[in-house]
Structure formats: C-alpha cells, structure tokens
C-alpha cells in the first residue's frame, strides 16, 4: 500500500506538470481532490478515488490510461483556447470596438401637437439607430380613439383650417397615401355677421369672379360673372373682393393702402426692424396709417380675433403684418382656406401619421402621462461646459409616476402653457433666462362648443364670424355648419343617435369673460343671441345635445413686445447642447419658414427643422435631414418694393415705429 500511495503522489506530480506546461493553472477544489481548470470550470477531471482501487499489479495500466486521458483532454482544451484566443483578438479590431462603441439614440419628444408629430416623424425617418419617444398629457395623443361627449359623440377643440401654401401638410397626405381631396373640403368662402347684418364675404379668391356689370358699358360688360384670371397681388385681391364687402363703402376700403406700405416695409426688414414693429400694437399702427374706423371694427378686428385670437390693441404688430400679407400681399390665392371633410384634424391626419411611425419605425407613444422635472447633468465632452438634458419624470393619468433616462435629444414642443408646467417644475431649467422667460409668456383662451339642432339650418357659407356683437364680450367667436363640410358623414358627427338636423362648431377665442358662465348660458347666449342675428332661421331651431369645451390659456398670444421671450428653434445651444424646440410660436431664425403667420403649417414645420436640429448637433452620420418644402416664393412686384424700400429707408427715419 504504501507503494500504491508513492504511486499516486508520482502520477499526480506528473499530471500537475503536463498540466502546467501547457499554461493551464491548477488548483484543488475545497474537497482537495477535484483539479480544476480556471479558465475552462468544464474540465474537472481526476479524482485521487479514481485510483483509490488500483492496486499494483495494474500500476502501470492505470498510469499509461491517465496520461492518456490527460493528454487527449489538453489537446482539445488547446483547440478550443486557440479558437476562443483568435475570436478574442478578432474583437479588438478596431472596427468591431467603433461598433460597439456605437450606442443607440434615445431621443425623446415632449408634446404630441403638429410640432410634436413633425419632430417624431424627422426622427424616426434619419436612417439613425435610435428610440423615439413622443409624450403627452392626453390619453391618446395618436388620435385613434376620438374625443367624444358624455352622449358619445365626437368632439373637437376648435375648428381648425387649411390654407393654400400649406406645401408640407400638404405633402404629408401624398407620403401616407391619401388623397387631398378625401381629407379636405374644397376651398370656402366665409362670411362676416355684425348686429346689422352681413358686413363681407371673405372669398375663395381663386374662383374669383368679376363682379356683375351694366351692360351698357362697352368691352367691360361683356366680363361680368366671368373667372378673374391670375392677377399680380394686391391687384387681384382688390378685383376678387369688391363685390363681396356688402356693407364696407370703398373709401373706407382704401384706407388700407397704407397698411400695405407697412407690411413691405415690416416683413421685407431684417430682424431688427421687426423687434420696432413688435414693440407696437397693431392698434397703435393703424391709427398711425390713418386706417378707417369703420374697415378696422367691421373687418380687421374680426379677422384678427379668429386668426390671432386677440383684438388689435392686445396684438403684436409684426405678427399681424404677417397675416396680412397672406391676404393682400402673397399671391392673389394664398388666403383660401378649406377645412375637414370627415371627423377631425386628429383622426384624419394625425392617426395614419402615427400609425405609419409606429408600424414601420417602432415609435413609443405614451399617452396620459404629464412631464414634470426634466434634469440637466454635464455634457459628456471633456472639453465642453455645456450641459445636457439626462432624464425626466412623468405622472400618468392615475397619479403613478416614471422616468424616462438617458436622454440623448429632446424636443419641447410644447404650448405656452405647457412650458410653464415644465419649466416650473423644473429648477435646471427655470435658472435659464431664455426658457424663465419664454414661461412667463401668457396664452388665449379658448371656448369649444358643439350644437346638435333638430332641423337642418341653410347659410350662404358653412365657415362664418361674428363681428361687433355685444354679447361676445370682446371675444372672437365663430360657427361652422359641420353638416355642410362633411356631407355623408352625419351618422358619424351624430355619434350613436339617429341624425335630425345640423350639427354646429361654435369656438370663441380671447374668452376669458366668457369662461365664468355655465355651459347653459353659454349655449343659451348663442341660440338666443348670436345665431338668430347672423342667420334667422336658428331662431326655429331647437338644441337636441349640446358640448362645452373650456381651455384657459392655450393658444399662443402673440403679444406686443414678446418676440425676443420666444423660445427659440434651436433651444440654448450655449448652455444646453441636446434640447431644442418646437411650435408655432418659435423663433426659427435662419431656419426660418414662409408660412409665418400660418400657425399649423408653422408648427408642422418647426417640428421637422426641430428634429433635423437634434441630429445635426449630435454629429450623426451619415445626416439624412427630413425634406421641407418652402411656400411659393414671393411676386415680383413684391421683391420689387421690398427693394425699393430698402433704399428709401436708408435716408429717411421710420418715424411711425418705437
């Protein structure tokens, strides 16, 4: 036996050393007779209970079937370290390193209106690696599920329209496959209702036609109810809407001259003779133009309360010699506007889009969750100061709350309001003064209400404003007979009830005196008041179900002296390198778009040059920036005054402005 023991020991030493000859470390597991290979933990091998029975006339049996076992397992653990050696140095090349090196993007979208959507979709379609993530307070911002009344019926915050030099909504129907002429209706006129009456009639000014004329006057006659052709601007508006202001005198109209002469000198100006013309009322320049009392209560203040959303004297004149040039001064067919055929904005436009970036793009969309604090840690340049947006926390609908982290980019494409709840809630952001500030700005209010009436009402035109009633309480008010845009449709405007007669949209802006009263007096107001005097036969109609909407404060007021507290397109590129903004208020500087003034269009538009920023700034490769189509250049004769201008305000001082 003790042979058998020396054994043991020698065949032991000799298995250690074949072992580590070949670079293998060997040590004894805790029981002290298992040899493990540490690098490989499969091969356990020899226990000494392995020879325990070998006695010595088989010694040497045992000997020669151990080394050989030994040594067939070395050469195949040699194999496989060889093999694993080669794949390893395979993986410190440095192609593979920049590969992993390459993390994916988290990007994510803080609002859900057309700012929001355009952003998403420039995102999502860069070719880029990346998360996108879309974020808002409504339960469903993809528009899917319709927002309906307590009756189930579709409802609708405002009544929105679309303008002619809409070039990229526009383009946004053909990329998703759907005809103009299935989402919108055709271009309308809308009338203009004051106690006395009909006061105009804003015209599709491409069917435009000469007015009817005596017929004893020679060549002349012979045009009348004849197609306008396309005139050069502001001629053709002059010619397209002389029969149609019913009650505005023609002297009173060409008070307007002067305003034009404004507008040229306004939007053809570099930045800093737009901030003079901020810094004024739109009030304040009318008198200076010596603009007739009378165009500006029954025409120009209308058109503003349901443009802009507030009265002249509450209004930036830059911003309302933007409107105006799309109605005197762009091409004579700029100003037509057309509206929804059937349901909504939402669900006709903004459903297929997030359909499309969900299904082919795996966009994130989380609805009924609220952003709160949004954290800024230091960027991860080694040489830059800058900081960057890292992380944010959200409260959904039933008070639970998240996080979102690792933030790449973001986009806020927020509204007024919405950036007051942010920043707020915010203190890396609230230290800011560019973003303090763009809080503090104040929005309109807004008032929403649905009619279902029990008999079919006709008007002369299905899109209508009421001017200089008393009863609005200085708001801008307006009504829409949906039964007209959506011919067809009425089962879907009626919800699960059986159709009876017309189904009305009534939106009053700049309503904060109207927000106090209950949604029965509201309803009473217009039924009893305002409807009967525009158009005499809601008088014998009477309200089946009724829809109150009340939305403080969320529309953007552009107001007097509020252009430079704007949030800027491009964030605050010299403190925070990842964030930007979005929306038809922002600054887009360079970036700026020809639809000023034209607020979906513009938002649609500052969300695609948002998102287009983000990759920009990140560097990444290869950038395939999202495509945005410019508005139709300016007329000749436009460009003409502009330049002309120019040199006649080199020598003399514009007076008129601050």
């Not at 025409?299 to 002249?312: A, D, N, Q, Y």
């Amino acid at each position: 036996m003790t042979c058998l023991r020396e054994s043991r020991v020698i065949i032991s030493c000799l298995l250690w050393h074949t072992l580590a000859v070949h670079g293998f470390t060997i040590t004894l597991n805790s029981n002290a007779n298992l040899y493990t290979n540490r690098r490989s933990p499969a091969l356990t091998w020899m226990s000494t209970e392995d020879i325990d029975d070998t006695d010595s006339s088989n010694f040497d049996e045992a000997y020669d079937s151990i080394s050989q076992e030994v040594e067939k397992k070395v050469k195949t653990e040699l194999q496989e370290e060889s093999a694993a050696v080669a794949w390893a140095r395979r993986q410190k090349s440095p192609r593979r390193e920049k590969q992993e090196n390459k993390k994916k993007k988290n990007f994510v979208v803080v609002g859900a209106g057309w700012g929001g959507w355009g952003a998403a979709k420039a995102l999502c379609e860069s070719g880029i690696d990346a998360d996108v993530t879309i974020i808002d307070a409504l339960p469903d911002p993809t528009g899917h599920q319709p927002y309906l009344s307590k009756t189930g019926k579709p409802v609708e915050a405002g009544t929105r329209g679309f303008w002619k030099d809409y070039p990229n909504i526009n383009s946004l129907s053909a990329e998703l496959g759907i005809s103009e002429s299935s989402v919108f209706t055709d271009f309308t006129n809308s009338s203009f209702y004051s106690p006395d009456g009909l006061e105009a009639t804003a015209p599709v000014f491409s069917n435009a036609k000469f007015p009817d004329l005596p017929k004893n006057i020679p060549f002349l006659s012979s045009l009348s109810e004849q197609a306008i052709p396309p005139l050069p601007s502001p001629l053709g508006q002059v010619l397209a809407t002389f029969p149609l202001f019913e009650r505005i005198p023609l002297a009173d109209r060409a008070s307007m001259v002067g305003l034009l002469l404004a507008t040229v000198d306004c939007l053809g100006g570099d930045e800093r003779v737009q901030e003079q013309y901020d810094r004024m009322t739109a009030h304040e320049l009318f008198l200076r133009f010596r603009l007739s009392p009378r165009l500006v209560e029954d025409f120009i203040k209308p058109t503003l309360l349901v443009g802009l959303f507030k009265p002249p004297e509450e209004l930036s004149a830059l911003v309302v010699m933007e409107l105006l040039y799309y109605y005197a001064l762009a091409h004579v067919d700029s100003f037509d506007v057309r509206w929804i055929r059937n349901g909504t904005v939402s669900d006709s436009l903004i459903a297929p889009l997030a359909t499309n970036l969900i299904d082919r793009y795996n966009l994130t969309v989380m609805g009924g969750c609220r952003v709160g604090q949004i954290r800024l840690a230091p960027s991860s340049s080694k040489t830059s100061s800058l900081q960057k947006v890292d992380s944010l926390d959200y409260t959904r609908l039933d008070g639970s709350t998240g996080k979102i982290e690792n933030i790449d980019g973001i986009v806020l494409a927020l509204t007024c309001r919405g950036m007051q709840g942010v920043v707020s809630a915010s203190p890396d952001l609230a230290r800011i003064p560019a973003l303090s500030n763009a809080a503090s700005l104040k929005g309109i209010d807004v008032i929403s209400v649905r009619l279902w009436l029990d008999r079919t009402v006709p008007t002369r035109t299905p899109a209508n404003v009421f001017s200089r009633f008393s009863e609005l309480r200085d708001a801008g008010g307006t009504f829409f007979m949906l039964d007209q845009f959506q011919k067809g449709n009425e089962k879907q405007l009626w919800g699960n009830d059986e159709p009876q007669g017309s189904v009305v949209a009534c939106d009053f802006y700049n309503a904060g005196a109207l927000l106090s009263l209950t949604d029965e007096d509201i309803v009473k107001t217009l039924m009893e008041d305002l409807l009967p005097a525009a158009v005499s036969a809601f008088g014998d109609a009477r309200v089946v179900d009724s829809w109150v909407g009340r939305y403080p404060g969320t529309v953007s007021w552009f107001a007097p002296g509020t252009f430079r507290k704007r949030p800027a397109l491009e964030g605050v590129p010299d403190v925070i390198n990842n964030l930007v903004c979005a929306g038809d208020w922002v600054r887009m500087g360079e970036r700026e778009h020809g639809s000023k003034g034209l607020c979906q269009e513009r938002a649609y538009v500052s969300g695609l040059q948002a998102g287009n920023l983000i990759l920009e700034r990140l560097a990444v490769k290869p950038l395939r920036p999202h495509p945005v189509l410019p508005v139709r250049p300016d007329e000749k004769q436009f460009e003409a005054s502009v330049a002309i201008n120019r040199q006649i305000m080199k020598i003399l001082p514009r007076f008129w402005v601050r």
